[in-house]
Protein backbone atom coordinates (compact mmCIF):
# COMPACT_ATOMS: atom_id res chain seq x y z
CA UNK A 1 0.00 0.00 0.00
CA UNK A 2 0.87 3.48 -0.35
CA UNK A 3 2.72 5.26 2.29
CA UNK A 4 3.97 8.65 3.11
CA UNK A 5 5.79 9.29 6.07
CA UNK A 6 7.13 13.23 7.50
CA UNK A 7 9.68 13.77 9.24
CA UNK A 8 11.65 16.57 10.66
CA UNK A 9 9.02 18.63 12.70
CA UNK A 10 10.01 20.26 16.10
CA UNK A 11 9.81 23.35 17.80
CA UNK A 12 11.95 26.14 17.05
CA UNK A 13 12.22 30.28 18.01
CA UNK A 14 10.99 32.34 15.30
CA UNK A 15 13.34 33.31 12.71
CA UNK A 16 14.81 29.56 12.83
CA UNK A 17 14.68 26.95 10.58
CA UNK A 18 13.26 22.97 10.20
CA UNK A 19 13.69 21.25 6.88
CA UNK A 20 10.97 18.53 6.86
CA UNK A 21 11.11 15.12 4.77
CA UNK A 22 8.45 13.11 3.31
CA UNK A 23 9.41 9.42 2.63
CA UNK A 24 7.36 7.57 -0.21
CA UNK A 25 6.62 4.20 -0.81
CA UNK A 26 3.96 1.66 -2.90
CA UNK A 27 3.56 4.36 -5.56
CA UNK A 28 5.72 4.90 -8.76
CA UNK A 29 7.22 8.23 -7.11
CA UNK A 30 8.55 10.09 -10.36
CA UNK A 31 5.04 10.14 -11.49
CA UNK A 32 3.54 11.77 -8.91
CA UNK A 33 4.04 15.93 -8.33
CA UNK A 34 3.94 16.24 -4.25
CA UNK A 35 2.58 18.68 -2.64
CA UNK A 36 3.10 20.16 1.29
CA UNK A 37 0.06 21.65 2.88
CA UNK A 38 -0.71 22.59 6.57
CA UNK A 39 -3.45 22.93 8.92
CA UNK A 40 -3.64 24.85 12.24
CA UNK A 41 -5.84 23.92 14.61
CA UNK A 42 -9.31 25.62 14.05
CA UNK A 43 -8.07 26.17 10.33
CA UNK A 44 -9.08 24.54 7.15
CA UNK A 45 -6.16 22.55 5.33
CA UNK A 46 -4.05 24.96 3.19
CA UNK A 47 -1.99 24.82 0.50
CA UNK A 48 1.72 25.60 1.29
CA UNK A 49 4.34 24.51 -1.88
CA UNK A 50 4.13 21.93 -4.91
CA UNK A 51 6.89 20.47 -7.12
CA UNK A 52 6.47 18.63 -10.07
CA UNK A 53 6.92 15.05 -11.11
CA UNK A 54 10.67 15.82 -12.56
CA UNK A 55 11.80 18.42 -9.36
CA UNK A 56 12.47 20.98 -12.06
CA UNK A 57 8.83 23.43 -11.16
CA UNK A 58 7.83 24.52 -8.57
CA UNK A 59 4.67 26.75 -6.95
CA UNK A 60 4.31 28.27 -3.28
CA UNK A 61 1.86 29.99 -1.07
CA UNK A 62 1.92 33.69 -0.95
CA UNK A 63 2.73 33.52 2.48
CA UNK A 64 5.80 30.73 2.39
CA UNK A 65 7.09 32.44 -0.92
CA UNK A 66 10.90 33.15 -0.52
CA UNK A 67 11.41 31.47 2.86
CA UNK A 68 10.50 27.67 1.96
CA UNK A 69 11.71 25.92 -0.53
CA UNK A 70 10.28 22.65 -1.99
CA UNK A 71 12.76 19.87 -3.82
CA UNK A 72 12.55 16.39 -4.37
CA UNK A 73 14.90 13.33 -5.16
CA UNK A 74 13.22 10.78 -7.63
CA UNK A 75 16.38 8.60 -6.59
CA UNK A 76 15.13 8.47 -2.90
CA UNK A 77 11.22 8.76 -2.91
CA UNK A 78 11.59 11.89 -1.07
CA UNK A 79 10.52 14.85 -1.18
CA UNK A 80 11.52 17.89 1.05
CA UNK A 81 10.57 21.34 2.66
CA UNK A 82 13.72 23.23 4.19
CA UNK A 83 11.86 26.45 5.86
CA UNK A 84 13.67 29.30 7.15
CA UNK A 85 12.99 32.40 8.66
CA UNK A 86 9.92 30.56 10.76
CA UNK A 87 7.08 33.09 12.09
CA UNK A 88 4.80 31.52 14.76
CA UNK A 89 2.02 31.77 11.92
CA UNK A 90 3.38 28.67 10.62
CA UNK A 91 2.91 26.77 13.43
CA UNK A 92 0.96 23.82 12.44
CA UNK A 93 0.65 20.30 11.51
CA UNK A 94 2.11 19.69 7.97
CA UNK A 95 1.40 16.89 5.89
CA UNK A 96 2.79 15.75 1.92
CA UNK A 97 0.45 14.43 -0.47
CA UNK A 98 1.22 12.94 -3.96
CA UNK A 99 -0.96 13.90 -6.82
CA UNK A 100 -0.73 12.09 -10.59
CA UNK A 101 0.83 14.14 -12.98
CA UNK A 102 -2.41 15.18 -15.57
CA UNK A 103 -2.62 17.41 -18.10
CA UNK A 104 -4.06 19.74 -15.77
CA UNK A 105 -0.60 20.90 -14.17
CA UNK A 106 0.00 21.24 -10.52
CA UNK A 107 -3.09 21.75 -7.79
CA UNK A 108 -3.29 23.70 -4.98
CA UNK A 109 -6.65 22.11 -4.03
CA UNK A 110 -6.27 19.28 -1.36
CA UNK A 111 -8.64 17.38 -2.79
CA UNK A 112 -6.56 17.34 -5.96
CA UNK A 113 -4.59 14.73 -4.16
CA UNK A 114 -4.14 11.02 -3.92
CA UNK A 115 -2.61 10.06 -0.96
CA UNK A 116 -1.27 11.66 1.86
CA UNK A 117 0.91 11.09 5.26
CA UNK A 118 -0.33 11.06 8.79
CA UNK A 119 1.45 14.75 9.16
CA UNK A 120 4.59 15.89 11.07
CA UNK A 121 3.99 19.25 13.88
CA UNK A 122 5.79 22.24 13.74
CA UNK A 123 5.74 24.57 16.13
CA UNK A 124 7.26 28.07 16.30
CA UNK A 125 7.43 30.10 19.56
CA UNK A 126 7.90 34.19 19.79
Known amino acids: QVQLIESGGGLVQAGGSLRLSCAAS????????MGWFRQAPGKEREFVAV????????NYAISVKGRFTISRDNAKNTVYLQMNSLKPEDTANYYC???????????????????WGQGTQVSISS
Open 97 to 115: AANRVTYRGLQVEPSKYDY
Open 26 to 33: GLTFRIYD
Open 51 to 58: VNSGGGVT
